[in-house]
């Protein structure tokens, strides 16, 4: 499975984005997916995870009331709706798929991974 991040951009603190995350293939609606971002000198961080049903998502509480994630099984695509955002909100955004174990929030619990997209939030 091949995941293709897409949606970054240069918005202004306040504004809105969205993301999208499309897969290559339709196994791609069976499996959890995840967000995760990475700001420059920091570590990889999660950001929220939505199960292949989306009966359950899951965020971290940097983010929670302002990003939204949703998916669109017929389109193999998972979003990252974005609104509030803030300065530090910038990061290069990675879509990733979950193994069959582990922690929602752990890096290590992911396997596959697109190539992220760089979103940047002026104040």
């Known amino acids: 499975v091949q995941l293709q991040a897409s949606g970054g951009g240069l918005v202004q603190a306040g504004g809105s984005l969205r993301l999208s995350c499309t897969a290559s293939?339709?196994?791609?609606?069976?499996?959890?997916v995840g967000w995760f971002r990475q700001a420059p000198g920091k570590e990889r961080e999660f950001v929220a995870a939505?199960?292949?049903?989306?009966?359950?998502?899951y965020y971290a509480d940097s983010v929670k009331g302002r990003f939204t994630i949703s998916r669109d099984n017929a389109r193999t695509t998972v979003y990252l709706q974005m609104n509030s955002l803030k300065p530090e909100d910038t990061a290069v955004y990675y879509c990733?798929?979950?193994?069959?174990?582990?922690?929602?929030?752990?890096?290590?619990?992911?396997?596959?991974w697109g190539q992220g997209t760089q979103v940047t939030v002026s104040s």
């Open positions: 990733a798929i979950k193994s069959y174990s582990g922690s929602y929030y752990s890096n290590d619990s992911y396997n596959r």
């Open positions: 293939t339709h196994i791609f609606n069976t499996y959890i």
């Open positions: 939505i199960t292949y049903s989306s009966s359950s998502t």
